[in-house]
């Protein structure tokens, strides 16, 4: 029996395919990242996460005049899913 693992949170911080990899870059290109999966375990909802994004940066933030931080964020514990369990964030608008 051979176990097997993999550190879920380092993927996409390869120093061989990304420049400065643990720095958060939206204009790297070409950004040849995996957060989706690849192959036939790509995920379905990518689609719909990317538009989200895309509503996020071209509708909602030019509106704002700042976005601060309302509290500490809480990053959920697990090596299979990495991200955000809560991001208290505070808007501005213009």
Not at 65 to 87: H, I, Q
């Amino acid at each position: 029996m051979i176990n097997e693992s993999w550190y879920y949170p380092s993927g996409n911080r390869d120093e061989a395919v990304f420049d400065d990899a643990d720095r958060f870059d939206i204009t790297r290109s070409p950004n040849p990242h995996i957060a989706f999966g690849f192959g036939p375990h790509m995920c379905l909802g990518q689609h719909l996460a990317k538009l989200e994004m895309r509503i996020l940066f071209e509708e909602l933030l030019p509106h704002l005049r700042s976005v601060e931080m309302a509290g500490d964020p809480r990053m959920v514990e697990t090596n299979f899913v990495g991200g955000y369990k809560a991001l208290p964030i505070r808007f501005t608008k213009n």
